[in-house]
Structure formats: C-alpha cells, structure tokens
C-alpha cells in the first residue's frame, strides 16, 4: 500500500481576456552584444564571398 497519495488540482478557471504583455526594455548590454553579432555576421558574409569566388575561378578539368 502507497504511503502517499496525490490530488489532482484542477487549473484556475479563466476570467476574460488575458491582458496584453508589456514589451521590456532591453537592457544596454544585451544591444551592445547585438551590435558585435552583427558586425561578426558581416564580416563573415564578406570572408566566405571571397572564398567562394577564388574557388568558382577555377578553370575546369
């Protein structure tokens, strides 16, 4: 024989619309860290144009 036994709670019953969620500023490091991925991401994008242009020059076999 269990020596515990559980309930199941029933979820609270809504009552109407739910209210809209207020939009949080972001905090000042958290965009100055989006400002270095962006920069990262771009610098990126121009290395690998550049290497996918060297090896499309190639002539063929």
Known sequence: ????TFEKI?????RG???PIEQKQR?????MLDRFVEARVKRTRRDDKGVIARHEAKPPD
């Open 17 to 19: 619309p739910i209210p």
């Open 10 to 14: 029933s979820p609270p019953v809504r």
């Open 1 to 4: 024989m269990p020596a515990f």
């Open 27 to 31: 905090g000042v490091i958290v965009q």
